[in-house]
C-alpha cells in the first residue's frame, strides 16, 4: 500500500477481514468484537501508521480517543512527585492497550480547571476525564454531569449518587496507620505539614491527629502549595522554637526529604532527637540517610485502574458503582524512633 495514501478505517477492515464497525469498535476500545480480532486489527493499524481523521473526530458522537486529566499543582513541583510520575505512567499503561491518548494541563485553579472541562467538551477533544484532589462542595463534581463528561474521581471516599463515580483510599484510616504508631512511640507532640487545607485527605487526615487528643496527643496542622521549599520554612520555624515537636509528618516525599536537609542543616539528629515520617513513599525516600518511613502505596496500579474505569464508565450508560482501590501500607525505616 503506498505510503503517501492515507490508510482508512476501510483500508484496516479489508486487510482484517471484517466491517469497517468492527474496525471502529476495536479501534475506540468499545465492546463488539473478540480479543483475538481487536489485537489483529490494532497490529494492522500500529503497522500502517492508521491516525484518527481530525473532521471524523469532530462529527457530534465520535469518540476523540483522548482522556483528559486536568493538575492544580505548582508546575516546578509535579515533576519531582513519586506520587505524579507513577499515576500518570500506570493509567498510561492501561491506556496503551487500547491506543487511548492521555491529554494532561497544568491549572492555576479550579476555576481554570472548569473553565478547562467546559472547553475540551464543546470542542469534543477528550472522551473522559480523570480528577484528583477532590474538596468538600466541589464545583467540579457537579459541573462534570452537566456537561455530560465521563469521569473518575480519585478520592477519599465515595462519591454521592448525582456526582461522577470514585475509585477511593481509605485516607482515615492510612492516617490512623502514621499517626497512631507515632502515638505508640511515645509521641505527644506531633506536627502535620499538609497540603492545602481545603483538600478532602488533608482534612481526613487532620481530623485523625486532632482526634489523639484522648491520648495526650498534641497535633498542630501547617498547610503549605506541597513545595519543597515551604516545607522547608515550615520545617525551620519548628525546629526554631524553644518547645520543638517530637515527629513531624509531611504530605510527600519530597517535602519530607526537604525537611530532613533541615534537620540536617540544623544540626537536629533524626530519629534521635526528631522523627519524620511521610504520607507517600518513593525509591529516594528509602536511599537517602536516615531512610524515610512512609506510607506506601500502588500507585502506578491506582493509575491503571482509574484510568480503566473510565474507558469502562465512557462505555457505560449509567453512572457506574464506586470502587475502593488497595489500602496503602505502613513502611517503618530509619526516621522514626521512641522520643528521648
Not at 468492527?22 to 490494532?42: C, D, H, K, Y
Not at 487500547?98 to 479550579?110: D, F, K, T
Not at 540544623?266 to 518511613?293: E, K, Q, R, W, Y
Request: glycine content about 8%; overall charge negative; hydrophobic content about 45%.
Amino acid at each position: 500500500m503506498s505510503k503517501a495514501k492515507r490508510v482508512t478505517i476501510t483500508d484496516i477492515a479489508r486487510l482484517a477481514g471484517v466491517s469497517p464497525g468492527a474496525v471502529s469498535f476495536a479501534l475506540n476500545g468499545r465492546p463488539g468484537v473478540s480479543e483475538q480480532t481487536r489485537r489483529r486489527i490494532l497490529d494492522i493499524a500500529e503497522q500502517h501508521q492508521w491516525e484518527p481523521s481530525s473532521a471524523a473526530r469532530a462529527l457530534v458522537g465520535a469518540r476523540a480517543g483522548v482522556i483528559g486529566f486536568a493538575v492544580n499543582r505548582p508546575a516546578d513541583t509535579l515533576g519531582a512527585e513519586a506520587f505524579f510520575t507513577d499515576l500518570i505512567a500506570g493509567a498510561q499503561s492501561a491506556l496503551a492497550r487500547h491506543r487511548i491518548a492521555m491529554q494532561m494541563v497544568l491549572v492555576s485553579s479550579v476555576e481554570e480547571e472548569v473553565a478547562t472541562y467546559r472547553r475540551w467538551r464543546s470542542a469534543n477533544q477528550v472522551d473522559g476525564v480523570i480528577v484528583i484532589d477532590p474538596r468538600d462542595d466541589d464545583p467540579r463534581l457537579s459541573v462534570l454531569p452537566e456537561l455530560a463528561m465521563p469521569a473518575v474521581v480519585i478520592g477519599s471516599h465515595g462519591s454521592a449518587a448525582d456526582e461522577p463515580p470514585s475509585i477511593w483510599l481509605d485516607d482515615g484510616q492510612v492516617a490512623h496507620a502514621l499517626f497512631d504508631y507515632l502515638a505508640a512511640l511515645g509521641h505527644r507532640s506531633i506536627v502535620y505539614v499538609a497540603g492545602p487545607a481545603e483538600f478532602q485527605h488533608t482534612r481526613l487526615r487532620t481530623e485523625v491527629l486532632q482526634g489523639l487528643a484522648s491520648r495526650g496527643v498534641t497535633g498542630e496542622i501547617i498547610a503549605t502549595d506541597f513545595s519543597p521549599a515551604a516545607a522547608s520554612d515550615a520545617m525551620r520555624g519548628l525546629l526554631s522554637r524553644a518547645d520543638r515537636p517530637t515527629a513531624v509528618v509531611f504530605d510527600n516525599d519530597v517535602m519530607a526529604i526537604a525537611g530532613l536537609r533541615v534537620a540536617q542543616e540544623m544540626g537536629v539528629s533524626v530519629p534521635a532527637d526528631l522523627s519524620i515520617a511521610s504520607f507517600d513513599d518513593s525509591v529516594v525516600a528509602g536511599l537517602v540517610h536516615p531512610s524515610i518511613t512512609c506510607i506506601t502505596r500502588d500507585t502506578f496500579g491506582l493509575g491503571a485502574e482509574a484510568a480503566t474505569f473510565l474507558l469502562e464508565q465512557i462505555d457505560a450508560v449509567e453512572r457506574l458503582a464506586d470502587r475502593v482501590g488497595g489500602l496503602p501500607q505502613l513502611t517503618v525505616r530509619e526516621s522514626t524512633r521512641a522520643p528521648r
